[in-house]
């Protein structure tokens, strides 16, 4: 008997000192968190671009611990078109807690061949051009984006991406809905998809809506607690 009580003691350090380098171990993560997506509310409809392989629950989404570096090329842009940018990429940050980093002003045009991979790591590439150009702008679409993922494993990670804003965006729409079209298209490039509902930014058509709505609030949440690593 005394002996089993003398290993008791020894037992419990163990176990508090396990339970403290596990602590550590998620503190130690958490300071490599860039930063907090919103609290989530009322929630609604919101869908996502990819999957985990497996597990339709669990989005592929960008590392939440590392920048997102995005250049401009502002040709065919607004004239503070890096303003213009920055004040949406502020409001995907804010909810989603992904970091984006502006990197300047760039000669690089949007490519749809498909050459650019995500093996490329490139920096995001946000950009003005003509359905000539990008055919994907063709009739009656203002803007596209989206991001292209790389395998680490059994897992999927955006790791560079783009959008492309129409040249006529200006012309065409008041700075509100040029603003909500350059949101719809960043849902896009972190990695949110259409949805059906109307009542969200996310819906595939342009509609009355000039921010996001709960379910795209949602979404964002959830692609900003993505997996680090």
Do not use: K
């Amino acid at each position: 008997m005394a002996q089993g009580r003398g290993r008791w003691p020894w037992g419990l350090l163990l176990m508090v000192s396990g339970l403290v380098l596990l602590g550590l171990l998620f503190h130690a993560q958490d300071e490599h968190l860039l930063g907090s997506p919103a609290h989530a509310g009322v929630g609604g409809p919101h869908a996502f671009l990819q999957h985990q392989p497996g597990d339709p629950a669990d989005p592929v989404a960008w590392d939440p611990c590392r920048e997102i570096h995005y250049e401009i090329n502002p040709d065919g842009g607004p004239d503070d078109a890096a303003g213009f940018v920055a004040e949406a990429i502020t409001e995907v940050q804010q909810i989603s807690g992904l970091q984006l980093h502006y990197d300047g002003t760039t000669d690089r045009r949007p490519d749809e061949s498909g050459e650019a991979s995500a093996l490329s790591r490139a920096p995001v590439l946000i950009a003005w051009a003509d359905e000539d150009e990008v055919p994907s702008l063709t009739g009656d679409v203002v803007g596209v984006g989206g991001a292209a993922a790389l395998r680490f494993g059994s897992w999927w990670r955006y790791t560079t991406g783009g959008v492309t804003l129409d040249t006529d965006l200006g012309e065409d729409l008041d700075s509100g809905e040029a603003h909500a079209v350059l949101l719809h298209e960043l849902g896009h490039l972190v990695g949110l998809d259409h949805v059906s509902d109307p009542s969200q930014l996310m819906f595939s058509e342009t509609t009355f809506q000039d921010d996001y709505g709960p379910g795209d609030r949602e979404g964002l949440i959830v692609l900003g607690e993505g997996r680090c690593g």
